[in-house]
């Protein structure tokens, strides 16, 4: 009888065991889970941010950075929803509305710029619109996005890729006109040109962009070079619709 009564205690006292053991356990896996899926979105928060620095400063418009804003907005939301407690988060959250509001109201804080410093910064800001585009293409796949502004956007961002690429060469060129460096001024006026010339749409000003390039290519075994800002300072006044961008 007593055998009877030890083993029942050591049985219960075991099943007990194995309850508080699998409890535990299913608690790790959650705080894990809860863990992973913090990590992953503070992550994919912190890569939209980036990319969305980089419109904040290539993008007149507002488009692109409204989508790329509310793709946070719903990453900050998410995340309080798994931890509605945690301060730091809700402040986030509020701050980001904050700005969103602003950016509502087509306002920002810094200038636009898409004179880039090296050919490696050209590649990260086309890398960045490359994302950008992912975006939209999910976008358009959940019809978010209608055809005709799925097809505006997109448009929209390869003349940004434009826009950067000869502006990029433009203002390097006039880096080595500063250097006396005429080989390496021409080499970027051409690439600027072939930029031009290679982009498949046409643009009021594109003819009279490529023509100025080409005539100041020219002038550079002719004459001392003048900087291009200065020689072409009267080529265009006339923007893309959203974009008003000059090269020179």
Do not use: C, W
């Not at 219960?12 to 309850?19: A, F, H, K, P, V």
């Amino acid at each position: 009888m007593t055998s009877v009564i030890i083993f029942s205690i050591l049985g219960g006292l075991l099943i007990l065991s194995i309850i508080l053991s699998t409890i535990a356990h299913s608690r790790q896996q959650a705080l894990s889970q809860k863990k992973s899926q913090l990590s992953q979105i503070t992550r994919r928060t912190q890569d939209l941010q980036e990319t969305l620095n980089t419109l904040l400063q290539i993008d007149k418009s507002y488009d692109l950075i409204l989508i790329l804003h509310q793709q946070i907005l719903s990453l900050i939301t998410k995340k309080l929803t798994i931890e509605p407690d945690n301060e730091i988060t809700k402040n986030h959250l509020e701050q980001q509305k904050i700005i969103n509001a602003a950016y509502r109201k087509q306002k920002r804080e810094n200038d636009i710029n898409k004179a880039m410093p090296s050919d490696e910064a050209i590649n990260l800001a086309n890398f960045q619109l490359l994302q950008v585009t992912k975006i939209l293409q999910q976008l358009n796949q959940k019809r978010i996005l209608s055809p005709a502004k799925y097809s505006e956007l997109l448009n929209h961002i390869q003349r940004l890729k434009l826009d950067i690429e000869v502006e990029s060469h433009i203002a390097q060129a006039n880096s080595y006109f500063e250097n006396k460096d005429n080989v390496m001024m021409q080499s970027h006026l051409k690439q600027a040109r072939e930029s031009l010339r290679a982009f498949p749409s046409d643009f009021p000003e594109k003819s009279q962009l490529i023509r100025n390039l080409s005539d100041q290519i020219k002038d550079i075994n002719k004459t001392k070079p003048t900087s291009v800002n200065d020689d072409k300072s009267n080529s265009t006044d006339q923007d893309e619709p959203n974009d008003r961008s000059q090269y020179f």
